[in-house]
């Protein structure tokens, strides 16, 4: 069994910063991806940023520039430093880990963010 566990959301003022991270655990023993998506309400849910066991990354075009992505050296931590935050940054971010040993695609739970005055 594998578990993401989420930590990081909340409210915060246009422009702020806010930092989101996600640790998995559990019988996971390779993992090749780790990101997070987001969904608002009404909305399909969408790639945010990715990152991979090689360090390649990849970022929605709205969040180029004011997103960082990163892991952690043991690999099983990702984090999401979000800076220059907009209200349309308004979602439920969710952690993604794509592993190879087991194969499987995982998801948290998801986590609060509210970006507003």
């Known amino acids: 069994q594998v578990q993401l566990v989420e930590s990081g959301g909340g409210l915060v003022q246009p422009g702020g910063s806010l930092r989101l991270s996600c640790a998995a655990s559990?019988?996971?023993?390779?993992?090749?991806?780790m990101g997070w998506y987001r969904q608002s309400p009404g909305k399909q849910r969408e790639l945010v940023a990715v990152?991979?066991?090689?360090?390649?990354?990849n970022y929605a075009e709205s969040v180029k520039g004011r997103f960082t992505i990163s892991r952690d050296n043991a690999g099983n931590t990702v984090n999401l430093q979000m800076n220059s935050l907009k209200p349309e940054d308004t979602a439920v971010y969710y952690c993604?880990?794509?592993?190879?040993?087991?194969?499987?695609?995982?998801w948290g739970q998801g986590t609060q963010v509210t970006v507003s005055s």
């Open positions: 993604n880990v794509v592993a190879t040993i087991p194969v499987g695609d995982y």
């Open positions: 559990g019988n996971i023993f390779s993992i090749y991806a």
């Open positions: 990152i991979t066991r090689g360090g390649s990354t």
